[in-house]
């Protein structure tokens, strides 16, 4: 009720995309249909937009012992240099952690496959893709736990990977972006300190806000986002769907972000639900003093990152994030 009226509003190359995604998959956002088939959908309609795009110097697949069972990892190595240190068990290379989003139901290595090589690609180093336990077989915090015990690893273990685990970052869209950030956290208050993590790219998160204007005003049919379709995630998320709001690794905002909190790379969607959550977060950071770059891409929706092939607002933002990135960590 009230809601804008965004397919109106969207840019030119936004209508394409959705209008490719309908051949493509057909309604993959439809939550009333079971999460079971929804991850058929995405999986589906990923495929097409990850072909192609940036070949690595070297990548492959592999497990990280976790607190709930082996976790899938996958690796990428964009130039050969990142190679060669792999090879000689030298840490040579910072390294990218990077966490798919999916409403954490969705998604996995595959499905996030083409947007790791381009961060890679751009970011001059590893990247390291998590395949976290999807809900709701696994339940919050799991996922949180999982995200922060492959970082751990990289941390300890790095240079057996050649990659240099006292410089470690992450990156993630949507609940991807809000793993990495609760990972980073998590780290901080759990497992003995996240001074290794330098930097997040943070592409348009859920941060913690249950209300905002632009979840008032926003989401729909296009993205998957109505207010049933967030109550679906959410229960699909956790036991206990209000321990969401009272939990510091879920509702983030009720943490000490005023200390400890590394550079961050904030990216939101104009016609995004959860625009408002980037902006605050954005907003804290100012405040703190945290290294931050902000970014609103207009005219795009939820989940626009995938669309490297046909939206140019995707390119940017993950070029954008890359370039911060190498700001940051003096590449």
Known sequence: MNKLDVLSKINP????V???EDELAGDANDTSVGFELMRENYVAGRAYWT?????MAEQLDAEVDGPHGPIPVRYYYPTAAAAAGR???EPATPAIVYVHGGGFVLGNLDTHDRVCRILAQNAGVAVVAVDYRLSPEA???????EVAAVAAYLHEQGARHGIDGERLSFAGDSGGAHLGLAATLYLREELGGSGFVKCCLLFYGWFGLTDSSSMRLLGGPWDGLTEADW????????ND???LETNPYANLFLNDLERDLPACYIAAAEFDPLRDDSATLAAICEQYGTPVRYEVFEGVIHAFLHYTKMLDAANDALEHGATFYREQLGL
């Open 139 to 145: 339940k919050f915090p799991s996922a949180v736990e």
């Open 231 to 238: 109550q679906f995630y959410m229960q699909m998320y956790a």
């Open 241 to 243: 769907p209000a321990e």
């Open 87 to 89: 090879a000689a068990g």
């Open 13 to 16: 190359q936004m209508k394409a």
């Open 18 to 20: 959705l209008a490719k």
């Open 51 to 55: 072909e192609g795009g940036p070949v």
